[in-house]
């Protein structure tokens, strides 16, 4: 019987990474440091972060994964046309399903049969549908904190013959539904159940805040120490926030067009400048300009996830402001504002945000 490799993670953002780490944490002593972790490089730029993941002694290996889109294979685009029906739509699915990950698999940097467990944080990306295809068992783990509270993408992505489909997913393999109404996801980690409207004999709760409220200094200071490239720097960043009490954080998110998203956030900024001390906390994926265009506002560094700041004792804001992004994991604000889809309603077409649950 060959000897299995342990424990892998595919991540896609810095938070799954963060995660990765608070739950390689939490392994018994003679398991730390046996996991594996890949990068897909299709949603974000990791810079060097590599070199420091593996100085952490956490993860035996890091890999890159040149994962890809769909679009990347233009032969795949026949496939995705409305025949107008279910029935009619279903056989260029399956074959679309097949094809595609026959297409990626040349992009997979590793055999995933070879691990015990296969930890993926967003199988809504293609790498769900590939390791289907593969017939490899794994876990989903929930794409960021409370992600599934606004909407089952399942089900929102397949509004007709949810049945039928995930029937031909779940049971057959033929097709693939993500975020565990797939065959071969074997169950689904989520922060809060109770504000979860589905029911899934699939959910595990894991609370994020048992994760983090167990952490040692030993394992906070190898998280800054991973995150922060330049610790110095960010040690002068975060002095910039002492003997304030009246300093804002407001959290950029990739929203909308670059010119409206442009607009959303500098309104923000100026509304919350007549209240004290504005900083920015750009998103990994958020590629607008904000260097040039908000060079009068302090920003700190996108490669950071924001609950990093929860470890400096000295940083601290009177209010972090938030679009949609889940602020229940930040310790380092007195208030915490949600501004939701009402906000998001004036500046684009509020069917856009119709699905999602508040």
Do not use: W
Not at 13 to 18: G, R, S
Not at 38 to 56: A, C, H, P, Q, T
Not at 254 to 277: H, I, M, Q, S, W
Not at 300 to 318: A, C, G, R, T, Y
């Amino acid at each position: 019987m060959t000897h299995k490799k342990g424990r892998i993670y595919v991540c896609h953002t810095f938070y799954h990474l963060y995660i990765s780490f608070l739950k390689e944490f939490k392994q018994p002593a003679e398991e730390k440091g046996n996991a594996t972790m890949v990068l897909s490089l299709m949603s974000n730029d990791f810079g060097d972060i590599k070199g420091r993941i593996l100085e952490s002694g956490y993860f035996k290996e890091v890999l890159e994964f040149d994962e890809k889109r769909e679009t990347f294979f233009p032969e795949l685009a026949k496939y995705k046309v409305n025949r107008g029906n279910i029935i009619a739509n279903t056989i260029p699915r399956i074959q679309f399903t097949k094809k595609f990950a026959k297409l990626q698999e040349k992009y997979v940097p590793v055999n995933f049969k070879d691990y015990d467990d296969v930890y993926v944080f967003c199988d809504t990306d293609p790498i769900g549908l590939y390791l289907n295809q593969k017939k490899v068992r794994y876990h989903v783990v929930e794409d960021g904190l409370n992600y599934l509270s606004r909407s089952i993408p399942a089900k929102r992505d397949n509004p007709k013959g949810f049945g039928f489909k995930k029937f031909m997913s779940m049971g057959l393999n033929l097709i693939f539904l993500q975020e565990g109404y797939s065959k071969y996801a074997v169950d689904v980690e989520v922060n809060d159940l109770s504000i979860i409207d589905d029911t899934f004999y699939k959910y595990k709760e894991v609370p994020r805040l048992e994760l983090e409220s167990s952490l040692t200094e030993e394992e906070k200071d190898a998280l800054v120490k991973v995150f922060v490239k330049d610790i110095n720097r960010m040690l002068s960043e975060i002095s910039n926030t002492e003997g304030s009490s009246d300093n804002i954080l407001i959290l950029t998110e990739p929203l909308c067009t670059l010119d409206v998203r442009e607009k959303l956030f500098r309104d923000l900024v100026n509304e919350y400048k007549a209240e004290g001390n504005v900083f920015l906390k750009i998103h990994p994926r958020d590629d607008l300009d904000y260097e040039n265009l908000f060079s009068d506002v302090f920003q700190f560094d996108k490669k950071v996830p924001m609950e990093i700041l929860n470890f400096f004792s000295k940083v601290h804001f009177k209010k972090v402001v938030s679009v949609f992004t889940e602020l229940g994991s930040i310790t380092f604000a007195d208030e915490k504002i949600h501004l939701g889809k009402k906000f998001m309603d004036k500046y684009e077409d509020p069917s856009i945000h119709a699905y999602i649950k508040e």
